[in-house]
């Protein structure tokens, strides 16, 4: 599978930006999913990547070789799209077979190639059905299918599962990553989904206003965000985020509530907040521990039960709220006063006029 690169790439419309330049490695064998709200640029990167777009300017390599200027069909690359495309006057096993016999491979071989690729998905059993008597799930694994079936360098996928409903989405998740793990197959995945992202990428790119806001891990742009974009924009909900003003080893927030930065953190603030002080404290809700004696005071504002947990949500001053995941069985009236902590292991601060999170100084 290849290794894909993309040096200083960058889409402009007229003076418009659609990708502001792009620097990124997918490494081969990975799944890597770009997300972001409609309108950020993943989609255009995803169509560069693939050649069904020009770039601006910059370079997309293949395994080192430049491919920029090719043919999308110069570039082994499967594109699966939200919506099938798949040709309605053809049977499933018709589909999935035209991209071989469009390389002129021989009936035996593609017979056996697409026996194969259907067991695989599981579809056998309506091989001979035409797209329009298929359910929204088994259409798309028939699409999946026709991809697979070339077994090319690498697989773009455009919001693949976005017409799905929520139960077919959760089914093809799962068999998408699972297809990805046995094939080993370099994967790049547009979602707006953070759910997906979080479940199936290897690594998740966040973009937001043409501009590639953070690269990581799901665990390392969850827990470490870059920014105060990507902190608001993973997570349902996403991280606290509360503002204060710091001095000597406590940051005041509204409520009157004084909060003891956690001594790793003292040398950091110390250096790297403007002049006035002024820091954004960022938890998460399961960062939050209700205790009798917690530093921060509260009142309980609402809560939803979510199943396996219950979401509070905290009153800290006027108009403030924050919200703390804690056990399903907590049930507390609204307006009740709550103390709580918050693990010192999960605070991280953003400095307010960059918006950029800090990092603890070793």
Known sequence: MATIQLQNVEKKFGESYAVKPLNMTINSGEFIVLLGPSGCGKTTTLRMISGLEAVTSGNILFDG??????????????????????????????????????????????????????????????????????????????????????????????????????????????????????????????????????????????????????????????????????????GSPGMNLISGDYRQGVITLPGENNYRVPDQWRGTLEKHLPASGKAILGFRPEAVRVSSDGQLHSSVYASDLHGGYSMLHLEIADGVIVHARAGRGLDYPIGTPLRFDIDPAMVRFFNPETEAALRVIP
Do not use: C
Not at 135 to 161: H, I, T, W, Y
């Open 65 to 234: 070789r430049d491919v920029t200027w090719l043919h999308p069909s110069e570039r082994d690359i499967a594109f699966v799209f939200q919506f099938f495309a798949l040709y309605s006057h053809m049977t499933a096993r018709e589909n999935i077979a035209f991209p071989l016999q469009a390389a002129g491979l021989n009936g035996t071989d593609i017979k056996k190639q697409v026996g194969s690729v259907a067991r695989l998905l599981k579809i056998e059993h309506i091989l001979d059905q035409r797209p329009g008597s298929l359910s929204g799930g088994d259409q798309q694994r028939v699409a999946l299918a026709r991809a697979l079936v070339r077994k090319p360098a690498a697989f773009l996928m455009d919001e693949p599962l976005g017409a799905l409903d929520a139960e077919f989405r959760e089914s093809m998740r799962a068999e998408i990553k699972k297809l990805h793990l046995d094939q080993g197959a370099t994967t790049a995945y547009v979602t707006h989904d953070q759910v997906e992202a979080m479940a199936m990428g290897d690594r998740i790119v966040i973009m937001s206003n043409a501009v590639v806001q953070q690269i990581g891990t799901p665990s390392e742009v969850y827990h470490d965000p870059s920014n105060l974009f990507v902190a608001r924009f993973i």
